[in-house]
């Protein structure tokens, strides 16, 4: 029963903060995310902590738009993974489409650590 409890927890953790991110919802970020945490994305400086997050969000990220679908979602204790696939578009009109898969580390209910490993077509 218990770990049930913690699949559903750490499941909500993961697909709110995909939720807040596709519907721009940056105010609802500390909600999930743990002050310290760390996101890590493809080719770039890894984020620290909120306040950093938070500006990358707001004024840095090169998407205007998308939607992640989630195809599957496993959870451990302390931990979580997910894949599927993200279509948007960029900050200059360019439409994207990439599957992408995301580990977390959690801690005391919110996430410490997200990494992004993303797959784009052919040819890019």
Do not use: K, N
Not at 15 to 43: F, K, Y
Not at 58 to 79: A, F, K, N, W
Not at 108 to 115: A, F, N, P
């Amino acid at each position: 029963m218990t770990e049930t409890i913690e699949h559903q927890t750490t499941s909500a953790l993961v697909t709110g903060l995909l939720d807040i991110i596709d519907r721009q919802r940056w105010d609802d970020i500390p909600s999930v995310l743990a002050e310290d945490c760390v996101v890590e994305r493809p080719g770039a400086a890894p984020l620290t902590g909120l306040p950093r997050i938070d500006r990358f969000y707001r004024e840095e990220r090169p998407i205007r738009e998308g939607r992640h679908v989630v195809e599957h979602l496993l959870t451990g204790p302390g931990t979580a993974a997910c894949w599927g696939v993200f279509t948007g578009t960029t900050t200059d009109g360019t439409r994207m489409e990439v599957r992408f898969a995301e580990t977390y580390r959690i801690r005391s209910g919110r996430i410490v650590r997200r990494t992004t490993y993303v797959h784009p077509p052919a040819g890019h």
